[in-house]
């Protein structure tokens, strides 16, 4: 049973530039959320996809946007990157409905220059 | 959501029992309370949640008083590999699966 998946592990891109990170949910799972987690700080809620849509949202820019596919993985979209947004990009999956946790992938490390 | 303060850092030796204590004042009744374990360059780990009383599993022990007003994560005989940031967070049922706001963790450091 394979659990959350992500892609690419690292990731360097320069200011300006639009990257696309990817997220597969544990098995069985039916919602992707997305978190930012800068160095030494805890992770902070981007979005919360369910049903293909956008459930909920943190305090971050328009420049962040994601999609969630049928068959439940999710990508989240950086446009006009900036040094800032150098961070560890975590998803982690749950099962709408149910009590149990959410589980987070390893995440992708993205270093923007 | 519920406001965590838990110590930012805490040192141990190998074969200890640690305990984390996390306050979490403004608790609301539907609030569970998840500990999560997480590694340098790795997403967080799920410990162990509760809601009252006493909740042991194969890993930790988590401690909640009467009053739900703080809880105390408890790892018996740490060894190197326990050194991690652990972080306390409290959401409803139903949020277990939705938003979860973490603070800064605590980082614990076991030495040999």
């Known amino acids: 049973d394979a659990g959350v998946t992500q892609s690419p592990t690292h990731l360097i891109k320069t200011r300006g530039q639009q990257v696309t990170l990817r997220c597969s949910p544990k098995s069985g799972h039916d919602t992707v959320s997305w978190y930012q987690q800068a160095l030494g700080q805890g992770p902070q809620f981007i979005f919360q996809y369910y049903e293909e849509e956008e459930r909920q949202r943190g305090n971050f820019p328009d420049r962040f946007s994601g999609h969630q596919f049928p068959n439940y993985s999710s990508e989240l979209n950086v446009n006009a990157l900036l040094l800032g947004d150098s961070a560890l990009y975590l998803c982690?999956?749950?099962?709408?409905?149910?009590?149990?946790?959410?589980?987070f992938g390893p995440g992708t490390r993205l270093t923007v220059l | 959501l519920a406001k965590t303060t838990q110590p930012i850092s805490m040192d141990s030796y190998e074969g200890q029992e640690v305990n984390i204590t996390c306050s979490h004042n403004n608790i609301a009744t539907n609030d569970y309370i998840t500990w999560y374990q997480q590694f340098p360059s790795q997403g967080p780990r799920f410990i162990i949640q509760?809601?009252?009383t006493k909740v042991t599993n194969e890993v930790a022990s988590l401690f909640i008083p009467a009053d739900r007003k703080s809880s105390t994560l408890s790892l018996p005989r740490v060894s190197l590999s326990d050194t991690a940031v652990y972080y306390c967070?409290?959401?409803?049922?139903?949020?277990?699966?939705?938003?979860?706001?973490f603070g800064q963790g605590t980082e614990l450091s076991v030495k040999p």
């Open positions: 967070l409290v959401g409803d049922s139903d949020n277990q699966g939705g938003k979860l706001i």
């Open positions: 982690a999956s749950s099962l709408t409905g149910s009590t149990d946790t959410q589980y």
């Open positions: 509760g809601y009252k």
